[in-house]
């Protein structure tokens, strides 16, 4: 016979008000098994929990149900006390008898009734409740950071210099990310090269890094503690052990009229190249659409130039395996495609502003490489159209950010500080320009950020108009940037030399595919979701799979950078552990009844489930069964739902509970 | 190939010289017009302001005689009018405005009348068609594309081109020689239906295009909209009064242009009934 005890819990006046607990105390008491039945005023208190210790130990309970509130809140609570007490943690149970009854009804009457109900049916529950234990994996000290910008750098370093490896992936030929590429930075006008240049000698440097870069995920398998990752080194056609960094290939290469992706096609590099001259590793890659040897079978001066003999056209991609215990994502972001138009797109473009046909309408990654020291320009202002200095340049704020009608409800955050530190940049080096902003609103929350805004426009001189730009025209060499002050309530048109499109933030290509393969939720903008967005922040639901950076979501430097430490930090707690611990309330199948159809393996969200083969003692194969993998289940239970054999169970919820439960309310 | 024909109240009425120009075209690219049986108003711009399900019923109830009258695909040259027949289709989508409107226009309906405008036509004739088919290439014709309001708006409905910087009769009349010019006004308002009650402020507003396709070295304006024709052609003298300076400035169907690449001529075209012409 069960010795069940029943704890109700006043809640203060939260429960007490509308149920009365002494009648739920004494009606439980009369239920079969349950042994002793009592009304406390805070079951969590510590009173409380020592009355649940004392209660066990006097009564030698083997089952509690705690009435009171979710399980969310206090069911670790109790059944840590009950651990303490000698009980095996998973034979505690509980009543919600706050959120779903006290809260919600006012007939003291009725609600009695129903908390009664509700904890019959947790007894009931209870009774069939197994000793379970926590399920122990074992776990690999490596981590894998993809995206090498400046978030994955931070995580890299963080988790490296805790002494652990790191396997650092990232998918262009150089590590730094976008903001290798920036000028200056918000809200100090540090040099952005100058204080993130160091870290990517860091990450190079370090022992315990492992840097795979002109490299892309292909595969993750496995489960926390012991993911399989395959890399796949994309063709470089450049030995980087061997290359020395001399120069000799780049300068001597002739195909020199290829757009350059670092300065996004403002500037020229050549067929065999390193992205910008801080570039890790400093060793150059070759493009295969733009390369004459490759394309047409001519040329291959870099080959005779090479001293050290790196050159390889022979070179193919290569697979690497990976053994990591936890994976971060930093993928990063990049800009909304202002002219994209397809059908297939969720977002539409924007025609009326001409980008794409005017030179001289620009985003703000191309403004920061016009304002870059290692630009294009040497960092003075020239449009490119003609290379005249712009003396009225327009910012406009909100392209694509906060406008449903292009498919971009969401702010991209950072576009306006970066008006205004463009604005900065361009006055002080062009004394005598105009800068004008369009905005929707100013929003400057962060530390010194508005202040920052207060200085662009105060000191420098930057010109804000509140509204809308309808459209970008060009007539006589100038572009007409026709919009609306709604503050002055005129129609305004401004004559400028330059427009800087202040572009929306939107996650990298390809995240989605690599989300999938990770098993890592995203939203409908391709955003990576987090666990809680408040308590969990770099967590995802799949263990072990962290995020930080402008993947998760539009973010500046400073937040992602945090982002990455916390992110590390999460990493450092797992592999500080001996083992990693997980709920033990995961799916299990009896294989003896098991028919082998494998509609839970197709059910399965977490590919937990895989065939295994029966065999004789003679090791014949007598016939197949689902087996669950414990390191991936995570107790949803669609395979019990889905299971016509009734094979599939699910611990701490079985079927016999469940029903239990149910037959209690007859 | 045989395709439904809406011509609405312009091209049998003020516009006739559009459907001449229409009409010859596509003959001559192998198109015949099947014109619909006792069809009715679209509505204009005068019953949505009136009354919305009479916008909706009369649009529908040519639907549903081109239904019946088995046509698979309707061509309405006039931007309003396929705008108004788009837009109804777009609303039968719903089974109860569907139900409502069968019991008034007293015809079954259903949404499976694909609404095509004269670009659209052409587009579906193929690029390859339409160069094997150039006789006299459009060498040294230089013509401002002019979409107007309505021909991509309200984007949701219409879907056609980029609604802000469309394209599609530029390629069409690369295809034929021509070098289209990059300008301003490709999508501003010509005035429209004002030219009724408002004259003053259409012959601001067409002004403004002529000008602008000049400023940026245009010889012609090329149209698919029969009222942005009657504002840009057939009142250019006003505005010439009004401004001495402005040279003028041929106005084109785009069949006209496409059908003289194809070996018609001005007279088969109807170009000689435009007002403006230059020798």
Redesign the interface.
Known sequence: MARIGVFTCWCGENIARTVDVQHVAEALAAEPGVVCSLAFKYMCSEPGQSLLSRKIAEERLDGLVVASCSPHMHLRTFRKAAETAGLNPYLVEMANIREQCSWVHHDRKLATDKAIELVRMSVAKVRHNQPLNPIRVPIVRRALVIGGGVAGIQAALDIADAGYRVVLVEREPSIGGKMAGLSETFPTLDCSQCILTPRMVDVAQHPHITLHTYSEVESVEGYLGSFRVTVRKKARYVDIDRCTGCGECWTSCPSGKNASEFDFGLGRRKAIYVPFPQAVPARPVIDAKACLKLTRNRCGVCLKKCQAGAINFEDQDQMIEEEVGAIVVATGYELYDIKARDAGSSVSGYGEYGYGRYADVIDSLQFERLASASGPTGGKIERPSDGREPKTVVFVSCVGSRDRAKGIPYCSKICCMVNAKHTMLYRHKVHDGEAHVFYMDVRAGGKNYDEFVRRAIEQDGARYHRGRVSEILEQDGKLLVRGIDTLAAVPLTIAADMVVLANAMVPARGVQQLAQKLNVGYDEHGFLSESHPKLRPVETNAAGVFVCGACQGPKDIPESVAQASAAAGKVLVMFARDHLTREPEIACIDQRSCSGCFTCLQACPYQAISRQEITDRAGQVLRYAAQVNPGLCMGCGTCVAVCRSKSADLAGFSEQQVYGMVESLA | MKIGYYPGCALHGSSNDYEQSVRACLQQLGIQLDELDEWICCGATAAHMLNARLATALPARNLALARQQGHEQLLAPCPMCSMQLLKANAELHDRRVRCEMSEIVELPLDASVQVLNLIEVLQQVSCEEIRHKIAVPLEGWQPACYYGCLLTRP?SIVRFD?????QSMETLLRICGAEPV?W?SATRCCGAGMTVANEETVLELSHQILADAH?HGANCIVVACPMCHVNLDMKQGAIQRRDESLPAMPVYYLTDLVGRAIGLDDRQLGIDRHFVTVG
């Open positions: 984007p980029d609604p802000e910087h469309p990059s301003n400023a």
